[in-house]
């Protein structure tokens, strides 16, 4: 049976709501538009370049069109003016390089708040000294940078903690608020498994501990999210090398396209000679020019997503660190948003640590105001949350104390016992599990009421968990613990359940129990009586039907089912072995966080989509605008719909346009396109109708607005 | 007018009406379920693999199927290549007609095996009926065969199955599906007045002058001309194809041609339905090319039913027809229709020139080429389809915050390769390039007989036509070279001929094996794939939606990319027409 | 003498963007001449030698982006 042995695991109600908690940690956020500037020049560097395909096509393009500034007529004589042949060349040599920098400039930013992030981090892990404690026993003083895995080192008060370790001996209290944002001091002792690891940058306020070492230089988890946040270590993840691959696509059957202009105009053009004018052919081949089949490759090729890509994936990481949460690759953020299954512990992640107290039910005869007195004679020293309830829901039933607390000596709530109580002069006064209080009564001589058995299934019928009061040798009543569900849980898990995401809850608890919780909390199903073993047996069996978990776990014996789960968060109040096995850290210790973090996933898979989406939809206008007017001298003027002046207007309107789009999208590429908790029909409605029509529309309006504007005849 | 929209609907109604039957029998001919010709079959079948040495019963992977199918072809194109080039050796060449040139041969050959049949011959005067019979009529099986196991290893792949063994497929595809049909359809087609005989050509007096006599060819006709539309050959006995009254007498052989031209690429969607156990999505994937279709053949057939305008002020009228290279028992509605469907289907049979229409149709069918999907060839072409629906799923998928999936599938970086090259890449480098090479020296290698914008449609037309493995020509290009009768009597072999045959080959085995190849490994990736159960998160492929935005991809990715080249073709010359000049 | 070139060997394992650039401009001696007959007269040497070069160069573009085709994570 449940009873008070199954105490809530630590857990620390992070303060305020969420929004407020999701802040960059104090940076310097001044100057980052600057440097960025500076960045997106410094990244014109072809080696820097060559790494995105679809820019360095654009790179190339510009290296040509500036030789043809030059001279335009380099690749072959134009029958044009060759003054204004430069200015045309010139412009668009301007335009295509400023593509370019707007596309280094939504990297710069991206790198640059992650740089930012970093250094606030980087700030709390300088160097500091670190006590070796050496073989022999004596103390060394090191770098902090020396150390090594298995090291020891000895922590006394006010010390930095030198990097992640575990605590062997010794009891602490340590502000972890450089890392966490939490001001309240935690403390820490060997042994709990669930307190003992400590992280490096964290402050030791009292005591002294000894700590083994677990992590080398560079190794720790602050050093893991710098590397991360930084974008240094970012390799491309699975769903973004296919994107690589289908815009090094686009972009080759577009350069193939366009270098296979220029012979068929130059057939076209020499039967226009002898059918129409000289005039028509000539305006045929300055329509085919290099520098025009240039511009017109840039407009077509997928510069938009291929410019923000890399500003994306960057940005979808620094969103997960602006939430307090480490992760160890860009591959885990991703796999967030396909996850099918969530599995849940119900303690401290579906309802609060706590049970509170809700109903006194009396027993033996007695009334509702005695059991309330009693109960709360028997928690007057109770400090635990439970306790506090009891007293609480005491004195709302008229209930006072009736004795002096200082006559009084509180009885200490013990594993063995499995009791808490007072001990006035006279009189014994208990509460706890049922059966231990029955044993306690009948030790003292009394008797147990028939009505207790009745109370006792009452209470668990609900849900909730039962204790006995007695004073003496007499039981009073039963005190109804009930599990509190965290508000707004219900809420989300049916927005998940609309998302397609199964939520699985396990508990400890009795199948009576588990399923009363889990009809409260909506999920969608439930493992009770569950042993760490039942967790990855859970998570195998999903995953042998393909699909996804996630999964929290804070004990060394989550660690297995940790590593099996497709994402595995870990609390950063957990085991080193626990940490180690997941590819999250929640640095707050917060498992509902798993659900955001699944939002993040699918927020970041949809901004990729909607942008591809976008940029594709682009290609229409683009054509509509640019192949009429260069080939009007074909005849095919009447083509031009959106009626542009020239094919000079043409061509710079449309580049213009798409260096402007890159700079205009870059908010919505950091951003994150805004997350809706549809079903896929609903969002793909949704998401076409922006991206996919709006991006077929929102060109030809632009493009022909810049041409208006544009003083070209 | 009415009477030709008549034609046309009732064609189509007759299409969509046969697609479920046809569909179901040929699912159970590939799950190896019962057929009603077993009892005759099944020993037949047995004796040819114990014959061969094949295990029927060994499932293949996607590289080896490609390989089966490799080692298959190039056996079989020696064999036809060997058939031409000795045909004054071989019997039944009644008119003892010599070798035709090396170049001639190997492209006939090639364009056999892969079930292209572009002729830059004409078969009275070049090939003997051993070459006709044992040579081509033989591929067309095997070449369509080998098209519609493709077509279903790779719906195999698609729905979880291991892809299956490629000459059992092969062998079932021939025995099952083509082989009774084929019978059936050319007792009818004889029946119909298509002639049958391995006499040579009549000699008969002339009406006008009885003294002078004629020699009208004849042959084999019947047998060949039904795989040819069945199988998606498209390969005429004769030169001018069905619009010959041998191979297209009337009417009803006109309807018979264009149903089995599509019935087999329509109903390979709804056997995918019956693999997939989902017919609503195998109507929905239906409707795509449907629709399509629908468009070409309005724009094409309101072109040919209002005429060209300069002919029409000639002849002083507001609207005629245009009937010019049109046989007038087809009229311009059936004209029209065969056009585009034969276009669409990959078959490349023609019963008008299409050379001779209005800038409309030259649009529609160039359309029909670059798309491939519009039904598309024998098997492949429904491949091609899914392929577009796996990109189509992967550009718009992300959209709903997953790694994109099909069929509970993921689709990941191998998958975009392989789709990606397929239906984006090996087009353009097999059409454009090719192209301009011969557009940039209009004189020396292509030979193009009407200059300018119909010019550029000609040179497009023959490299889109041999890359989709169609078949059909607009014709107009010094494409042939002499017959060999007149090579024997001291005619000289001509340059732009040996360009064009030797160049279309490089687009003809480009536009084959490797999408054949590219296929089977997207279907065996797929295969072996974990699927994903679906959840209300997972995007359905199978929506109105989806299907809606499947067709917008196909739009910009598979047409956009040759708008340079419509624009500068038909597009130009219609405006050209529109204007009044030329 | 030998160990020049034997330097210069090493090198060019090592710096293989010269080596390409150098081949592609050797490679443009053979192009060129056959890129000026082609055009008949229409073209300067000079030009036809930059047109050379630009063929050249779109197709070393192309084939870059076949090999970010077919290994994307190395970009």
């Known amino acids: 049976m449940t009873s008070m042995n199954d105490s809530p695991k630590p857990f620390r109600v992070p303060s305020g709501t969420r929004d407020s908690r999701r802040h960059t940690p104090k940076v310097e956020m001044k100057g980052l538009y600057q440097r960025a500037v500076k960045e997106s020049f410094v990244k014109l560097d072809p080696r820097i370049q060559v790494r995105n395909p679809v820019m360095f096509v654009v790179w190339v393009g510009t290296l040509v ?86 090291d020891l080192v000895k922590v006394v008060a006010g010390d930095m903690i030198p990097a992640d370790g575990e605590i062997i001996a010794g009891i602490g209290s340590v502000d972890e608020s450089a890392i966490t944002g939490e001001s309240a001091p935690v403390l820490k002792q060997p042994g709990t498994d669930i307190m003992s690891s400590v992280t490096g940058g964290t402050r030791l306020l009292s005591d002294e501990l000894t700590v083994r070492i677990t992590a080398d230089p560079g190794q720790g988890f602050i050093d893991r999210m710098i590397a991360l946040v930084e974008g240094a270590e970012r390799t491309k993840t699975p769903n973004e090398i296919a994107l690589t691959v289908l815009l090094a696509v686009l972009t080759l ?43 017109l490759l840039v407009a ?178 039963v005190i109804y613990l009930k599990d509190i569900v965290k508000p707004g849980l219900k809420e989300r898990f049916d927005q998940l359940r609309r998302m397609g995401v199964r939520t699985i809850m396990l508990t ?106 976008f940029s594709v939809a682009n290609d229409i206008a683009k054509y509509f605008a640019i192949i009429p007017t260069i080939f009007a001298a074909a005849g095919i003027g009447a083509l031009n719909v959106m009626g542009l002046k020239s094919a000079n207007s043409a061509i710079i309107s449309a580049l213009i346009y798409n260096a402007l789009i890159i700079l205009v999208l870059i908010p919505l590429a950091l951003k994150g396109v805004q997350f809706r908790p549809l079903t896929a029909d609903q969002l793909l409605r949704r998401n076409i109708l922006i991206y996919g029509v709006g991006g077929v529309i929102a060109p030809f309006i632009a493009i022909k607005l810049i041409d208006v504007i544009l003083p070209f005849s | 007018m009415l009477q030709g ?27 190896e379920q019962r057929t009603i010709l077993d009892p005759i079959l099944n020993p037949v079948e047995r004796f040819l693999y114990s014959l061969v040495g094949v295990r029927a019963k060994e499932d293949m992977t996607g590289w080896q199927y490609a390989r089966a199918i490799l080692y298959c072809n190039v056996v079989m194109g020696v064999l036809i290549f060997s058939i031409i080039m000795f045909q004054q050796f071989l019997p039944l060449n009644p008119t003892g007609i010599p070798a035709p040139t090396w170049d001639t041969a190997l492209h006939t050959t090639i364009s056999f095996i892969t079930n292209t049949n572009q002729q830059h011959y004409s078969g009275e005067t070049y090939l003997s009926y051993a070459s006709q019979m044992w040579g081509l009529g033989y591929h067309m099986f095997t070449s369509a065969a080998t098209g519609l196991a493709v077509g279903i290893a790779f719906i ?6 291991p892809l299956g063994n490629f000459y059992v497929d092969l062998i079932r595809a021939i025995t099952r599906v083509l082989l009774p049909i084929s019978i059936v359809g050319a007792i009818v087609l004889i029946a119909a007045g298509v002639p049958e005989t391995l006499a040579g050509p009549a000699i008969v007096p002339t009406l006008e002058d009885p003294a002078i006599s004629q020699a009208i060819a004849r042959g084999p006709v019947a047998h060949f001309e039904i795989i040819k539309n069945l199988g998606e050959n498209g390969g005429g006995f004769f030169a001018i194809n069905s619009a010959h009254p041998f191979e297209n007498p009337n009417g009803l052989t006109n309807l018979i041609t264009l149903v089995s031209i599509l019935s087999i690429p329509t109903s390979l969607i709804y ?145 975009v390769v392989l789709a990606s090259f397929l239906i984006l890449l090996v087009h353009p480098i097999a059409i454009l390039i090719p192209g301009a090479i011969a557009l940039a020296f209009p004189d020396q290698l292509a030979g193009i007989s009407n200059p300018g914008f119909h010019g550029l449609s000609q040179v497009i037309y023959e490299y889109a036509s041999a890359a989709a493995n169609n078949g059909s020509g607009f014709e107009g290009l010094g494409d042939s070279q002499p017959s060999p009768i007149a090579i024997a009597g001291g005619a000289t072999t001509s340059a732009t001929a040996l360009w064009w045959n030797l160049s279309t080959c490089f687009s003809l085995l480009a536009g084959r094996y490797v999408p054949i190849a590219a296929l089977l490994l997207l279907a065996d990736s797929m295969a072996r794939k974990q699927p994903v159960p679906a959840t209300t998160g997972t995007l359905r492929t199978d929506t109105g939606l989806f299907t809606g935005v499947t067709i ?18 038909p597009i130009a010359e219609a405006f050209q027409i529109a204007r009044g000049i030329g | 003498m030998l160990e020049a070139i034997a330097e210069i060997g090493s090198e060019w394992r090592r710096q293989k963007l010269p080596l390409y650039l150098f081949l592609g401009l050797c490679f443009n001696l053979i192009l060129a001449p056959a890129v000026f007959a082609a055009t008949s007269g229409d073209l300067s040497r000079t030009q036809a030698y930059w047109l050379g070069a630009l063929v050249i160069l779109t197709v070393a573009l192309a084939i870059y982006l076949f090999f970010v085709m077919f290994v994307p994570e190395r970009f």
Request: net charge negative; hydrophobic share 45%; with cysteine.
């Open chain 1, 65 to 150: 069109t500036l030789l043809l500034t030059f001279d335009p007529n380099l690749f072959g004589t134009l029958q044009a003016d060759v003054n204004q042949q430069r200015l045309l060349n010139g412009l668009i040599t301007f335009i295509l390089l400023f593509t370019i920098v707007f596309a280094n400039f939504a990297e710069s930013v991206a790198e640059g708040r992650g740089k930012a992030q970093a250094d606030a981090l980087r700030a709390t892990r300088s160097d500091t000294i670190a006590k070796k404690i050496l073989p022999t026993g004596s103390v060394q003083e090191i770098s902090s940078t020396e150390l090594r895995r298995g």
């Open chain 1, 253 to 295: 059957v577009f350069l193939i396209v366009v270098a296979n202009i220029p012979p068929i105009t130059g057939y076209v053009a020499s039967f226009l000679s002898t059918a129409t004018s000289e005039q028509a052919a000539a305006d045929l081949r300055n329509g085919a020019s290099v520098a025009i089949m240039i511009s």
């Open chain 1, 300 to 477: 077509l090729i997928p510069t938009t997503i291929g410019g923000l890509l890399s500003a994306i994936g960057i940005a979808g990481m620094d969103r997960v660190a602006q939430f307090n949460v480490i992760a160890t690759s860009g591959r885990a953020v991703e796999a967030c948003g396909d996850i099918n299954t969530l599995v849940l512990d119900k303690t401290g992640t579906i309802t609060l640590g706590n049970r509170l107290a809700a109903e006194f039910i009396p027993v033996n005869g007695h009334g509702m105001e005695d059991v309330a007195q009693v109960a709360l004679d028997a928690s007057v020293f109770d400090e635990t949350p439970e306790g506090r309830s009891i007293v609480a829901l005491a004195e709302r039933s008229g209930a006072k104390v009736s004795f002096d607390p200082k006559l009084a000596e509180g009885v200490e709530f013990s594993a063995r016992t499995r009791m808490s109580g007072t001990d006035l002069d006279s009189k014994e006064i208990r509460k706890g599990a049922v059966d231990a209080i029955r044993g306690f009564v009948r030790s003292r001589g009394g008797h147990v009421p028939p009505t207790l058995d009745e109370a006792y299934e009452r209470v668990s019928k609900l849900g909730g968990t039962p204790l006995a009061v007695c004073q003496n040798n007499e039981i009073y009543g």
């Open chain 1, 508 to 613: 400890g608890d009795n199948r009576i129990t588990a399923s009363v919780i889990a009809q409260e909390a909506g999920v969608d199903d439930f493992i009770a009586e569950a042993t760490p073993e039942d967790k990855i047996e859970v998570i195998r069996s999903e995953q042998a039907q393909g699909k996804l978990v996630a999964m929290t776990g804070d004990g060394t014996n989550d660690a297995p089912a940790l590593a099996q789960a497709n994402v595995g968060l870990a609390m950063n109040s957990g085991t080193q072995a626990a940490k180690e096995a997941a590819n999250m850290v929640d640095l707050d210790s917060d498992p509902t966080k798993l659900i955001d973090l699944v939002t993040i996933g699918k927020q970041l898979l949809i901004t990729r989509g909607a942008l591809t989406t």
């Open chain 2, 5 to 31: 929209w008549i034609q046309i609907v009732l064609t189509l109604l007759i299409l969509v009406a046969i697609t479920p039957f046809f569909g179901r029998y040929m699912a159970r001919v590939f799950q």
């Open chain 2, 156 to 161: 195999r792949g698609l729905t979880g199955r």
């Open chain 2, 271 to 415: 056997t995918y339905g019956i693999f997939a156990n989902n017919i609503k999505q195998a109507w929905l994937v239906y409707s795509i090319p449907f629709v399509i279709l629908v468009g070409f053949i309005i724009i094409t057939a309101i072109g040919e039913y209002n005429g060209n305008p300069a002919v029409n002020a000639l002849l002083g009228v507001d609207q005629a027809p245009n009937l010019e290279g049109k046989e007038v028992r087809f009229g311009w509605a059936q004209s029209a229709l065969f056009a585009v469907i034969t276009t669409a289907s990959m078959c490349g049979a023609v019963n008008s020139l299409h050379d001779s229409f209005m800038p409309n149709g030259g649009f529609s069918t160039l359309s029909n080429l670059f798309l491939q999907i519009v039904f598309g060839g024998q098997g492949t072409g429904t491949a091609y389809l899914f392929a577009y629906l796996i990109l189509a799923v992967f550009i718009t998928g992300l959209m709903v915050g997953r790694t994109p999936e099909f069929l509970g599938r993921k689709i990941e970086k191998r998958e």
């Open chain 2, 552 to 569: 917008g991809v196909i739009l910009i990715l598979g047409a956009l990319e040759f708008f340079p080249v419509l624009a500068l073709g």
